[in-house]
């Protein structure tokens, strides 16, 4: 794996705005990414994880700019994101795409799975033509797993595991380096996701993908990733290799995601960290460090000084704890 990062994200700052009245003023800013650091090498899968609302998908999204960052750097293969022109934004699209949560939302209804494998092939110039354009349709659908034959269906006609394999065939289209997958598994049955997640970690050993790949839960990421980056209100509070967030977690509210996998044991884990209360609105986060009304270990410093991360016992570990 070279050392040089495909994608490099450095203070990422997304705030949206919140308005009101008659004539809309501006009255509050949701802080949704405030502030995040990562990068990702080729190859690397880098999980992000965190509760529902931290960031996660609006980190996504800003890295492939389908919105504006409020602030902050995205370099991608060495080129600054944020100063693409139209062009340089479709040849950036054909490069990084995007895997979505919910497979049914994120495919027309109306179109057969050909249409819509069909038309990025078309756009960015990969095959013309019916003929050729239906080989490589073919040959998508055999890759995902799909049965080619199916390339006349709706998407009605495909189960949610089905589903989620168009969308991928959808992302593979244009012979990307880099996906964003946002929750791909989240939506679908147990059963199925091991199937979903297998089939993501054997595209990118055949085709050197490089993933981001956002989960709610650290389980989904823990053989697929090579690093994880733990979120908690906008920010990345732990980051490391995937082995020592997981042997060896430093931070409170990781220790606590981390208490919430099922295992496979009567009576759980020994030291099980239960996380108490909400998640506080990234409208007002809470002063010093945002974790401490749920923090078990927190301390008076830990409402006054906000932690910033710095480096753990493992090289490429670090976390964003006062007591770590
Ligand atoms: N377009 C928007 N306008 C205003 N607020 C937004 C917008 N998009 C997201 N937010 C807010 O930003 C915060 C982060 O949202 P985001 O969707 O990135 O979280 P997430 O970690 O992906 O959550 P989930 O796990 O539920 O998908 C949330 O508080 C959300 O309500
Ligand atoms: S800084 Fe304080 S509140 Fe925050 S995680 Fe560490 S101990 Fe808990
Ligand atoms: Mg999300």
Redesign the pocket.
């Known amino acids: 794996m070279s050392a040089t990062p495909l994608l490099n994200v450095r203070g990422l700052v997304k705030h949206?705005p919140?308005k009101r009245g008659l004539i809309p003023k501006v009255v509050a800013q949701?802080k949704?990414?405030d502030g995040v650091d990562f990068q990702v090498l080729p190859g690397q899968a880098v999980g992000l994880v965190?509760?529902?609302?931290?960031?996660?998908?609006?980190?996504g999204r800003c890295v492939l700019r389908l919105i504006e960052p409020t602030a902050g750097e995205i370099t991608f293969d060495g080129q600054d994101v944020r100063a693409l022109d139209a062009a340089g934004l479709r040849a950036l699209r054909r490069r990084v795409q995007i895997i979505f949560q919910d497979p049914y939302g994120s495919l027309n209804p109306r179109r057969t799975i050909y249409e819509t494998l069909a038309e990025p092939i078309a756009f960015h110039g990969l095959a013309q033509g019916r003929a050729e354009l239906e080989a490589r349709v073919a040959a998508l659908l055999t890759r995902v797993g799909l049965d080619p034959d199916y390339m006349g269906r709706y998407p009605h006609e495909f189960s949610g595991g089905q589903r989620q394999r168009v969308g991928i065939a959808r992302a593979l289209a244009v012979e990307p380096d880099f996906i964003v997958c946002d929750?791909p598994v989240s939506a679908l049955d147990v059963s199925v996701q091991a199937q979903i997640l297998n089939l993501l970690a054997d595209l990118r050993r055949e085709l050197s993908l490089s993933y981001l790949f956002?989960a709610?839960d650290l389980a989904v990421v823990r053989h697929l990733c090579d690093v994880v980056a733990v979120?908690y209100l906008g920010r990345i509070v732990e980051v490391g290799p995937v082995d020592a967030i997981f042997r060896a977690p430093q931070h409170p509210y990781t220790r606590a995601l981390l208490s919430a996998v099922p295992v496979p044991r009567p009576g759980g884990r020994p030291d099980r960290v239960k996380l108490e209360g909400d998640v506080p609105?990234?409208l007002d986060p809470p002063p010093g460090c945002a974790f401490h009304p749920r923090c078990p270990i927190a301390g008076p410093e830990c409402s006054r000084t906000a932690p910033t991360l710095s480096p753990a016992a493992q090289a490429g570990h670090q976390v964003a704890c006062l007591k770590a």
């Open positions: 949206f919140v949701v949704a990414v965190g509760e529902s609302g931290c960031g996660k998908t609006t980190t929750e956002i709610h979120m609105t990234p």
